[in-house]
């Protein structure tokens, strides 16, 4: 059942250069429903990952009275806000390796954000301008494995309490990628830096 989310290796309507637009199927994006597509990301041990559905929350870098950026999520599974909460379970109880978009955001948004090769959160702009890092990562029984992008943007078109909508155009692993994504707001995303006091996210 949940295992069925997988690292696939096809997406049924897979394009030859292994992208899908996210809003290419009747402009549903990775938001959740919607189209028959899903937009095909590179992931560690050469795997790929189908990004059905995403979700997002924010992150609290230096302040807490608002966020400093957001964080996104995507997964093949078509709840992303709700298969969060299962990963570990997933890892623990079946061993089955996790694979998911992660894209983190810092600044003022919306607006056009570019890449950090990262892999480390660079400060938080505050000159008007927006970063972000923009990474697939791998959980498994050895632990994490990251790819991350090196190049291009992430273009913020919206973001309000309940909705973030953004275009995605990215190099990983030396392969173009290119996403729409409308993220419904998720509370369990939701992170703060370890040494921020009265963290608003517990």
Known sequence: MIVAFAIATG??????????????????????AGGGGCATLPVAEDGELCVASSAFGGL??????????????????????????????????NGTPVSFLK????????????????????????????VAIVR?????????????ADSGE????QVDASTLEANIEATIDGRPVSLAIAAPH??????CTANLANCPCF
């Open 136 to 148: 697939t990562r791998r959980f498994s029984a050895a632990g994490k494995e990251d790819l991350i």
């Open 60 to 93: 609290y870098i230096d302040q807490v009275e608002k966020p400093d950026g957001y964080s996104i999520i995507g997964f093949a599974e078509p709840d992303s806000c709700a298969y969060f909460l299962e990963v570990e379970n997933v890892l623990e109880e």
């Open 103 to 130: 894209v983190e955001l810092l600044g003022e948004l919306p607006g056009t954000c570019k890449i950090s090769a990262g892999p480390d959160l660079p400060p938080v702009p505050h000159d008007g301008s927006c």
């Open 11 to 32: 997406c049924g309507n897979e394009p030859e250069k292994g992208v899908t637009g996210g809003a290419g199927s009747g402009g549903a994006g990775a938001g959740g």
């Open 154 to 157: 992430v273009v913020v078109t």
């Open 186 to 191: 998720c509370k369990a995303v939701c992170a």
